[in-house]
C-alpha cells in the first residue's frame, strides 16, 4: 500500500490506495465470516445434542462462543467498511465543492481581472518599472545582468515556491480563468461570461482560450509548422507488464534524441501497437527545430494541431500502424498531450491512454476509452491544463491518481526549478501504482497484460524535426520521410488531412 | 430443494452417523473454521495506516484492535473446541465398541 491517491474510473469517492485497500479487505471479511457463521451453524459443525445437554467442556459450548465472537466481528467488519466508503465518499463531495467553488471564485476574478484590464496596464508598467529599477539595483552589486538573473532563479529555486501545493493550485485556477479574463476584458457581463464559462457550457473555456493565444501571438509565435519525422533506432526489449514498465519507455526529453517509442505486438487479425511520447525539449515560444516545443503545447491545448502530435501520428503510420489498428498511448507532459491526440484523431481502436503529469485535464478524450492520469501533487505542469473536467462534463471516466512527494521532512531540491516534474517522479509512482489492488488500477494492469500477449514487440524510435518555410527538405535527422503539415495556422497539406484522419 | 431442505437432510443424515463419525465431522469443520480464520487474522490490516491523523483515525485504530482481538478470542474457542473434540473422540475409543 502506498500514498497515492485515487479518484475517478466512473466512482465518485475520493481516498488514498491505503484507504480504499483497509475498506475492500474488511468488506471482504465481513463476507467471509458470514459465510463462516453460516457453517458453523450447519449440523456437520453442531449436531445431534440440544443445548440442555450441554455440559462445560462440551464442543458445542466452545463452538457457541467462536460463533458469538464471530458474529460480532461481522457486525464490526461490515460497519467499519461502510463507514470506510462513507468517508471516501465524503472526501470527493468535499473535494468536488471545493472545486466547484474554486472554479466559479477563478472565473469571478478572471472577470474582474479582465475588466480592469486599461487600469492594470498601467499598474503593470509601473510595476515594470520597478521591477527594472529593482534589477537595475541588483545588478549594481553582482555585477553584470547575468549574474543577476542567476540570482534570482537561486532565489525561486531556494524558496521551493513553484513546487508548493497551494502555488500549483494557484497556477490550476489562474489557468481556468484566461477564458473569464478575456470575457471581462471584452466587457461582458458578469452573468453571461459565467454562462458562457466551459464549466456552464461548455463553450468558452480554457481550451478556446489557448485558440485565441495561438491567434493573438503574431505571425511568427506559436505557429505551427509542417515536421518530418524518422526511425532512428530499432532496439529490443520485451513487452511492459505494468504502469512502472509504461513509464520506464518513454523517452527521456534531450535535444536532438528521439521523441516517439513504438512497439508493434503480433496479433491474429491485426497488429497491436504501443505509442510513448516524450515531454518538452524545447520551452522556446518561437518554432526551431525542436517539434516538442511549447508552440506544440499551446496549440494542444488548444485542441487544434501540435506538431509533435502530427509527428507521432506520422511515425505510427510509418511503423505500419492502420486505422483501426488496437493503439494504446502512453505520454509523459508534453507527451500526454501527443497521447490524447492520438487517441481523440488517430481514427484507431483505442486500447487505452495513460498520461503523466500532463496538462491534459480539459482535454476531451472519447468515453468509454480506460484512461489513466498520474499527477505530482507538486509538479506545476498538469496544473497548466487548468481545473479538470467535472463530473457532469466526464471528469469522472478519467483515473486520476496524484501523489504528494514533499513534506517538511523531504522538501523540494534546490538544485532544479521543477523538481516535482522529473520524470523519475513518475516511474516511482507508476511502481506504486503496479504495488496496488485498486480494482481500478487493477483492471488497467490485467489490459495491458491481455493487450502485450507477453508477446516480444518490434520496437522502434522515432526522431521528429520541424521544417521550416525556408529550410523545407533539409532537416538533418528526418530526410527519409515528406513533410507532415499543420491542418490549422498553416497550409494544409494532404499529409497533414491524412494524418489526422490516421491514414 | 430450497435451503431448509438442506439444512434437513443434512440434520437426518449427521443423525444416522455414529458418534465417533459425527465427532470426526466435527472436528474436521472446525479445522477447516480455525485455517481460514487464520489467514483472514493475517490479512487484517495490522494498524490504521496513515491516510488520517484525526480523532476518527484514532477511532478507527481502536475499532480495528477490537475486531481482531474478536477474531482472536473466536480462533482460541475453536482451539478449544478442537481440543474438547479430540477429548471426546480418545474417551469414545477408551470405551471400545457398544456390545
Redesign the interface.
Known sequence: MSDLILSGGGLTSVGTDEMLEHERVLRRLAGHLDEWIATMLSPAAVPARHSPQWRAGDPEVYLLWARTALREAQQLAASLASSLAEAAEGYGRTERAVQRLSTTASAVLGWIFGLAAPVEIVAFVVAVLGAGAGFGALTALTGSPRSSLETLVAAVRHSGVLSSPLFVAAVRGAVSSVDDAMLGAAWLPLPVTLALDDDASGWFGTVTAAGIVVGLAGPRLLKETPVHVARVASPTARGPTGFGDLAERIPPSGVGKPQVRIERYPGQDRPRWIVYAGGTVDTGIRTAREPWDDTSNVQGIAQLDPGSSRATLAALREAGARPGDPVLCVGYSQGGIVATDVVRDGGFANAGLVTFGSPTGQMQVPPGVPNVAVEVTEDLIPALGGEPRDAAHGGLERVLVRRGIYDTRHPPPSTEMLPAHALDNYAQTARLMDGSSDPRLAGMRHRIDEFTGGAVPEVSLWRAERVSAASQGAPAAAAAAPAVGPAAGGVPTSWSADARAGR | MNQGDD?VG??L???DLDESE??R??RA??RR?ML??QA?IA???SD?????RSE?HRA?AR??Q??RR??V???A??R???S??D??LLALSCRGPAP
Open positions: 439444512y443434512d440434520l443424515q449427521v443423525a459425527r465427532l465431522r466435527q469443520t472446525v473454521l481460514q480464520l483472514a490479512l487484517l490490516p490504521a495506516g496513515t491516510f488520517w476518527a478507527y475499532r480495528l477490537d475486531l474478536m477474531l478470542h473466536a480462533n474457542s475453536l478449544e473446541a478442537d474438547s473434540i477429548a471426546a
